[in-house]
């Protein structure tokens, strides 16, 4: 099981979009033509999303100004297929409806700015000696999929992966599919960090929370 090292919740996120966007760089699209016509559709649209990632990372990044605008690309394609909201309400638990909707809005809006600021800062320094391997796709009762894969690489040798995807809302201008939970190794992306914000708020209450993710932010950015 991975263990998490790191003074605050990036360490289990960051593995799994590295993982999600460089790592299938190794592997081929799927053939068809149409989503519908596939097997797998789930898979072949994350893939499909993968080179979208890895073209905007691989361009060169003179300044400053050339970063924030790659950025903004590259946050047009990922928060499509994340499902921000539910995961930031589910990370906090029962802290959630004890905040103010103001608090509310700004919590869920570092809460995406320091996941994909965290990954991207990975992706860039990432080295592509990693392969993965997606072994099932199966449909939800409820709509969507969950797509099992296994990575494995020299540094962290073979993890397995389980994407929980529902169905996107084209009203909600969601993707095909939306991610609302990844399990590594049987660790949830949400549950990770529902356990290390509450750890945080139990010590430096709701204000120290986003004092630290603000400061962390910082960081990555």
């Given at each position: 099981m991975l263990k998490f090292t790191q003074r605050f919740p990036l360490a289990i996120p960051t593995l799994v979009l590295t993982l999600l966007f460089v790592f299938t760089s190794q592997l081929c699209l799927s053939s068809n033509a149409h989503a519908e016509a596939s097997n797998t559709?789930?898979?072949?649209?994350?893939?499909t999303q993968v080179i979208k990632v890895l073209a905007l990372t691989a361009l060169p990044v003179p300044d400053a100004k050339t970063k924030k605008d790659i950025d903004a690309k590259l946050f047009a394609v990922v928060k499509p297929m994340m499902d921000f909201p539910a995961m930031s309400k589910a990370s906090l638990g029962k802290y959630?409806?004890?905040q103010s909707a103001d608090k509310q809005t700004k919590f869920m809006q570092l809460f995406e700015e320091l996941v994909f600021h965290s990954y991207m800062k990975k992706i860039r320094k990432a080295k592509q000696d990693a392969s993965i391997e997606y072994e099932d796709?199966?449909?939800r009762k409820q709509g969507g999929a969950e797509v099992e894969a296994i990575t494995t690489s020299k540094n962290m040798g073979?993890?397995?992966l389980r994407f929980i995807l529902r169905a996107g809302e084209s009203g909600k201008k969601e993707a095909l599919f939306v991610a609302e939970d990844v399990v590594i190794d049987e660790v949830s992306l949400v549950n990770n960090y529902k356990e290390e914000f509450i750890k945080i708020i139990t010590k430096s209450g709701f204000d120290g929370l986003l004092k630290k993710m603000?400061?962390?932010?910082?960081?990555?950015?």
């Amino acid at each position: 099981m991975l263990k998490f090292t790191q003074r605050f919740p990036l360490a289990i996120p960051t593995l799994v979009l590295t993982l999600l966007f460089v790592f299938t760089s190794q592997l081929c699209l799927s053939s068809n033509a149409h989503a519908e016509a596939s097997n797998t559709p789930a898979t072949d649209f994350l893939k499909t999303q993968v080179i979208k990632v890895l073209a905007l990372t691989a361009l060169p990044v003179p300044d400053a100004k050339t970063k924030k605008d790659i950025d903004a690309k590259l946050f047009a394609v990922v928060k499509p297929m994340m499902d921000f909201p539910a995961m930031s309400k589910a990370s906090l638990g029962k802290y959630w409806d004890q905040q103010s909707a103001d608090k509310q809005t700004k919590f869920m809006q570092l809460f995406e700015e320091l996941v994909f600021h965290s990954y991207m800062k990975k992706i860039r320094k990432a080295k592509q000696d990693a392969s993965i391997e997606y072994e099932d796709e199966s449909p939800r009762k409820q709509g969507g999929a969950e797509v099992e894969a296994i990575t494995t690489s020299k540094n962290m040798g073979e993890v397995e992966l389980r994407f929980i995807l529902r169905a996107g809302e084209s009203g909600k201008k969601e993707a095909l599919f939306v991610a609302e939970d990844v399990v590594i190794d049987e660790v949830s992306l949400v549950n990770n960090y529902k356990e290390e914000f509450i750890k945080i708020i139990t010590k430096s209450g709701f204000d120290g929370l986003l004092k630290k993710m603000e400061d962390q932010i910082k960081k990555v950015k």
